[in-house]
């Protein structure tokens, strides 16, 4: 449930910083199948992915962090 919550919100900040998952995926040098696991919540988010995903998206870790953990 929890993978979800984040895949969820990262989804949608991708979307509205105006990227398509294949350009996200390209400049976090991932395969689109592993940023699309992630984003359904069907691949755990790693530490590392996270703070990459923050610095690709200009937001910070906390900005995509579900409300609920905050």
């Known amino acids: ?3 979800e919550q984040w895949g969820r919100r990262i989804r ?3 979307k509205l910083k105006g990227f398509t998952q294949e ?6 040098g991932v395969s689109l199948s592993v940023l699309g696991e ?3 919540g069907s691949r755990p988010l790693t530490d590392e992915l ?3 995903i923050s ?8 900005e995509l962090c579900p409300p609920e953990k905050k």
């Open 23 to 28: 350009q996200l995926a390209q400049q976090l």
């Open 12 to 14: 949608a900040f991708r």
């Open 50 to 52: 996270l703070k990459e």
């Open 1 to 3: 449930m929890e993978t």
């Open 38 to 40: 992630v984003e359904r």
């Open 55 to 62: 610095q690709a998206l200009h937001i910070s870790t906390d």
